[in-house]
């Protein structure tokens, strides 16, 4: 399977500030989303982006399948924003996700 | 409600007894799949069903799990003889094919 490395593992923001967030996989993906994990625990999706871009209010994301990274865009961050971000893909080679470690951010007030 | 439902969302067992937790995919998506998340870490992957096969198990899954999808709707996943690192958040999640995932809420699992 895929190695899946997130950037950077921790960041703290002030509420209005910009941020990026870094996926790196090991090899070519197709499938690869975007999670953000609530304070329950429950992974809700953010972005399906095997490649391109896309956004959504706020956020956005960036896939270059062809460097095997992916970017998300946390724009005018708010205090809602607060959680764990996860990306994960997979290949052919098998059809579960494979997660990265996760980015922990902490927007403050 | 559409979503994958899970249940219970949380569970405290002591030691040594077994444990079972329930999935429902969303409705029309024939895979489904099972991954354990300890505190601070990525959701690992366990095993995942293509309608009713149980197509891939993780070197995670060992002899004490067992997982089914009868039917191919719903699934359990059983914990024999439960152990105190097996404490941690179980997630299913269903697809239809290889298209976008979508995870339940899960169920907190606290061995003591």
């Known amino acids: 399977g895929i190695q899946v490395e997130q950037s950077p593992p921790d960041l703290i923001l002030q509420e209005g500030a910009n941020s990026t967030l870094r996926c790196n996989f090991s090899?070519?993906?197709?499938?690869l989303q975007w999670f953000h994990q609530n304070p329950w625990g429950q992974l809700i999706n953010l972005f399906y982006?095997?490649?391109g871009t896309k956004q959504n209010g706020r956020l956005s994301a960036t896939t270059v399948a062809t460097e095997r990274y992916s970017l998300l865009y946390i724009s005018s961050s708010q205090t809602t924003d607060s959680g764990v971000y996860f990306c994960?893909?997979?290949?052919?080679?098998?059809?579960?996700?494979?997660f990265g470690g996760g980015t922990r951010l902490m927007v403050k007030p | 409600d559409t979503g994958v439902s899970q249940d219970p969302r949380h569970k405290i067992t002591k030691r040594g007894q077994n444990v079972t937790f329930r999935c429902d995919p969303i409705?029309?998506?024939?895979?489904l799949y099972w991954y354990r998340q300890t505190l601070g870490q990525g959701p690992e992957f366990l095993t995942y069903?293509?309608?009713?096969?149980?197509?891939?198990k993780s070197r995670l899954l060992s002899d004490r799990f067992s997982a089914e999808r009868p039917k191919g709707s719903f699934s359990t996943l059983e914990i024999q003889r439960t152990e105190q690192g097996d404490s941690a958040m179980y997630l299913c999640?269903?697809?239809?094919?290889?298209?976008?995932?979508?995870f339940g809420q899960g169920t907190r699992l606290t061995v003591v």
């Open positions: 069903f293509q309608n009713e096969a149980q197509l891939e």
């Open positions: 999640a269903s697809s239809l094919g290889s298209a976008q995932a979508f």
């Open positions: 090899d070519s993906v197709n499938n």
């Open positions: 994960a893909g997979n290949n052919n080679a098998g059809n579960m996700l494979t």
């Open positions: 409705s029309e998506h024939n895979r």
């Open positions: 982006i095997p490649s």
